[in-house]
């Protein structure tokens, strides 16, 4: 038996040409700029959002300028069951097909012990564990059609978490355990891997990160610098394009952060 190849077509070096891309946030920061490198290698993209419509709108709108008819957008929340599932159904019947599923959306803040309540936990499980899980489920069986892969993202904290966000600590491993799971039972059809970015971009409006984090976040990697959405965009090309051969792993890019902390 031969490994899952089937995914890579080398055709002018545009190894996704005709391949079908779902990738949950992916309207702006990582999400965009993985859209954007995918894109580049050929994929059609169905951009998801929740509430970033102009932003998923202006992204599809340069794609299909680019190409025409690559690129296209759907609305929904990942923390409502019927919303994902839709989520997936939108996307086979908009292109016929999906390859790859990218779960990259992410809610992200603190949840102090004490201050913890549902609706935290709700939204943070939501977009962070649930969403992924029930979009694999949802989308099984076309991925072991097309011989497709899952591509999670998840957080270089899993290991070791940081203080104050307890919720979304666990919901990322979580997510590294689905990881390993649906590889387990998606096999051979269907590679899982994981990609853990570190020090990418600063999150927006959060009190947290003051100048004095940030500088603190940046000594603390062995590279001395934070990272590119693009490190991460490249890393999943890698992972789709470039790795047949792996399956049910974390792929750390942090720039060395996570041997510091």
Same mark, same amino acid.
């Given at each position: 038996?031969?490994?899952?190849?089937? &995914?890579?077509? *080398?055709d002018n070096d545009v190894e996704l040409n005709n391949k079908v891309v779902l990738i949950t946030?992916?309207? *702006? @920061?990582?999400g965009a700029s993985i859209c954007r490198l995918l894109h580049s290698a050929g994929a059609n993209v169905m951009i998801h959002y929740r509430q970033s419509k102009s932003e998923a709108e202006q992204l599809a709108a340069e794609l299909n300028q680019q190409r025409p008819n690559s690129a296209a957008i759907i609305c929904a929340d990942l923390n409502q069951i019927e919303e994902v599932t839709t989520l997936a159904s939108g996307t086979l019947k908009h292109f016929g097909q999906v390859d790859v599923l990218i779960n990259n959306a992410s809610s992200y803040y603190a949840t102090k012990l004490g201050e913890i309540d549902e609706q935290a936990w709700q939204e943070l499980m939501g977009s962070n564990l649930k969403a992924p899980l029930f979009l694999a489920q949802a989308?099984?069986?076309? &991925? @072991? *059609?097309r011989r497709g892969c899952i591509i999670n993202i998840a957080d270089m904290h899993v290991e070791k978490p940081k203080k104050n966000y307890i919720v979304y600590s666990l919901a990322k491993a979580g997510l590294i355990t689905l990881t390993k799971s649906l590889a @387990?039972? &998606?096999a051979p059809q269907v590679r899982v891997n994981t990609v853990a970015p570190g020090p990418i971009m600063w999150p927006e409006n959060n009190p947290d990160f003051d100048a004095n984090y940030k500088q603190k976040v940046i000594s603390e990697t062995l590279l001395n610098t934070i990272g590119a959405p693009e490190d991460i965009a490249k890393a999943v090309k890698f992972l789709i394009c470039d790795a047949p051969f792996i399956t049910g792993q974390l792929i750390p890019v942090d720039g060395g952060r996570s041997l510091n902390i």
């Open positions: 038996m031969t490994y899952n190849s089937q &995914l890579i077509e *080398k946030g992916g309207a *702006k @920061r990582v989308l099984a069986d076309e &991925l @072991r *059609k @387990r039972e &998606l």
